[in-house]
């Protein structure tokens, strides 16, 4: 039997919250135990102690990227230039530019949103990563083309699900934003993953500009709207993004809302009574100018948070532990904000949760 070893680093995290362990027991191939320490140290006197490094735990996830815009370069400045932005780079998003991005995310376990079909195949049929691909769908169109559109995304998403492996990555919807999608366009598209069992992204509430379009019609989203001759009728006026989401029924614990950035106290009580979740990609909404989410109050109501870097287009990297970095020197605690970008990504991501016990071989812990 190899010689036993103590290993520890400056965070643990066994993917469940509230545990107090920072240590587990090994022969090198195998976890034995795991507990404090102090007290492991107490009861296996002979065990070498080793510093691992600065983690050591459960996989992290990257819980929201588009990897198919891969191919951007990285964008700093207001909401309504970065969606003209976006749309600029229609011609370069696809399956070379996932691929490219893929080499690019440390993380294999990745929520991703995909907006071309031969991108979902990828992901399903090839890649080594895991996790989930959401099919992304957005529109302001005319019922009948609403129609057409719901019929042709059953019929993908039945097909993606049929293609879905054991321990592969898993099919998902996005629709993707609330003023990017008719009301009526958004209900049909909850309503056919609530059908089918499927995990849904929706950006909600990122910036300034969304939030006055739904609720004054009036700033930069609303202008950009009106000079591009896209409806600006189609939504309620008066509502947040997020009571807008609740009024039309599209919220539910399938739901995982990415940024909730301009939210109120009453936007995170509603966010919480449907149980649906938040992904928050900070390092994004500090280069499109929306600030941070206000954390404390999602956590306050107990929404789960994960964290996600965004697209290359609005983040300067794919790793989510340059989240963590960002999140630390804004004041947040890495000890916390790894629980969010590991044990409870798993949950947002409607993946089973993952932890590790004795028994377990080591080549399931992520060391760095
Ligand atoms: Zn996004």
Known sequence: MNELELWTADLFHEGSPGSSNDALLTNGTIILDIGSLHDLQHSYPNAKPIWKGAYLGVPLVNSHTHLDLGYAKTFRGPFDEFIRYVISLSGQRGLDAAASAFGKVPQSIVGDIASRPEVVDWWLLETRGSG?????????????????????????????????????????????????????LMIGLVELAHDM???????????????????????????????????????????????????????????????????????????????????SCPRSNEHLGAGLPPYDLYKKHNVNISLGTDSIASAPSLDVRDELKF??????????????AAGNAYHNLS??????????????????
Request: charged content about 20%.
């Open 132 to 184: 989930v691909v959401y099919w992304e769908v957005l529109g302001l169109l005319p019922p009948e083309k609403e129609n057409e559109l719901l019929q042709l995304t059953r019929s993908r998403l039945e097909r993606w699900k049929s293609m879905e492996k054991s321990g592969g990555p898993q099919i998902g919807l996005s629709p993707h934003a609330p003023y990017s999608l008719s009301p009526s």
């Open 197 to 279: 069992g499927l995990p849904l992204q929706i950006h909600a509430a990122e910036s300034p500009a969304e939030h006055d379009f739904f609720v004054r019609r009036t700033g930069p989203l609303y202008d950009l709207f009106k000079s591009q001759g896209w409806p600006v009728d189609m939504h309620p006026k008066g509502l947040s993004p997020v009571a807008y989401l609740a009024d039309i029924g599209a919220l539910g614990e399938q739901v995982t809302l990415v940024h909730g950035v301009q939210v109120n106290e009453e936007d995170v009580r509603i966010i919480s009574q449907f149980g649906s979740r938040l992904v």
């Open 327 to 340: 999140l630390a020197k804004h004041g947040y605690d890495m000890a916390e904000t790894v629980t969010w």
């Open 351 to 368: 993946l089973p949760p993952v932890t590790f016990s004795p028994g377990d071989p080591i080549s399931k812990l992520e060391i760095w």
